[in-house]
Nanobody
Framework: QVQVVESGGGLVQPGGSLRLSCAASGFPFSTFAMRWYRRAPGKERELVAAISSNGLSTDYADSGKGRFTISRDNAKNLVYLQMNSLKPEDTAVYYC?????????WGQGTQVTVDA
């Protein structure tokens, strides 16, 4: 069973940093591309960052460019989202998404709140 579980969310002051983690299980992790999405209150879910299965290619939404970094450790079945210089508008539930041509999985999400 393809499963991903997020962790690392919390309350942080503006300008602070958080690192989200996504632990994968039940599938050959190194064959899946990974993405982070977020959904802010009252807004649609949006793509935040993406990384290829081998980790060599990454992409970011404009909102996170220069502040967010996605990475993965295929030996540990983990993907990370390092978020720096956080802003109140980054407040959202952040979701991990794993996919390839054959399967996909969403995590339950982790809440990130940026507030003084």
């Amino acid at each position: 069973q393809v499963q991903v579980v997020e962790s690392g969310g919390g309350l942080v002051q503006p300008g602070g940093s958080l690192r989200l983690s996504c632990a994968a299980s039940g599938f050959p992790f190194s064959t899946f591309a990974m993405r982070w999405y977020r959904r802010a209150p009252g807004k649609e879910r949006e793509l935040v960052a993406a990384i290829s299965s081998n980790g060599l290619s990454t992409d970011y939404a404009d909102s996170g460019k220069g502040r967010f970094t996605i990475s993965r450790d295929n030996a540990k079945n983990l993907v990370y989202l390092q978020m720096n210089s956080l802003k109140p508008e980054d407040t959202a539930v952040y979701y991990c998404y794993a996919f390839n041509s054959y399967a996909n999985a969403w995590g339950q999400g982790t809440q990130v709140t940026v507030d003084a």
